[in-house]
């Protein structure tokens, strides 16, 4: 078991008609994190884009799942087993449409709520629970709209993007906590926000 290895996965839906939408949450914090720490996550590898980099002393795993939203435990599950990362070492990222536009949410771990990226991975890791998310609120679905159309729409006005934006950088700043910090940490200062 290597203990000096973490895994930061974000959800989205590759291809540049989902860019900018909000099931693309943890496709956008991916990006903050691949700019902030100078890597690019553009390696083939395990169904997803993936990079290698450190972070405080730490290997840290990047990946971007390409199997699209719904089939994202194919991804996980496969970098669980090449890199043989226990759970708590690896952190989800993702959109949620039950948090305001803009707020965090961290856990240690939990159930995959109404999110179908996250139903696929623990469909694929066998319901095991236990890894550390961070949920990047998206906002509410609007009465009248679909819920597919909803997270398949990109922010409506300037103001929505710019409360995104700065969400992206908390999350990162997340992740950098937890790899630090740990888990417990990382929710002391990121669900008060």
Request: aromatic share 8%; proline share 3%; charged share 25%.
């Amino acid at each position: 078991m290597d203990k000096e290895t973490f895994i930061v996965v974000g959800l989205g839906n590759p291809g540049a008609q989902y860019a900018r939408t909000r099931h693309n949450a943890g496709f956008e914090t991916m990006e903050v994190l691949s700019r902030r720490w100078g890597v690019e996550i553009n390696r083939k590898k395990l169904n997803g884009m993936v990079a290698e980099t450190t972070c405080n002393g730490h290997r840290v795993v990047l990946c971007m799942p390409q199997t699209f939203m719904n089939a994202s435990g194919e991804c996980v599950q496969a970098l669980l087993q090449w890199y043989k990362v226990p759970l708590e070492r690896m952190i989800v990222i993702y959109d949620d449409i039950d948090l305001t536009l803009g707020r965090l949410r961290v856990r240690k771990a939990g159930s995959a709520g109404t999110h179908n990226g996250m139903r696929s991975i623990l469909q694929q890791i066998g319901g095991q629970q236990g890894f550390p998310r961070i949920r990047v609120g998206v906002g509410a679905k609007p009465e009248g709209w679909d819920l597919a159309d909803w997270v398949l729409s990109t922010y409506r006005i300037r103001e929505e993007r710019e409360e995104m934006e700065k969400a992206f950088a908390r999350a990162a700043d997340c992740v950098e906590d937890w790899i630090k910090n740990g888990i417990e940490h990382a929710m002391q200062q990121y669900n008060s926000k």
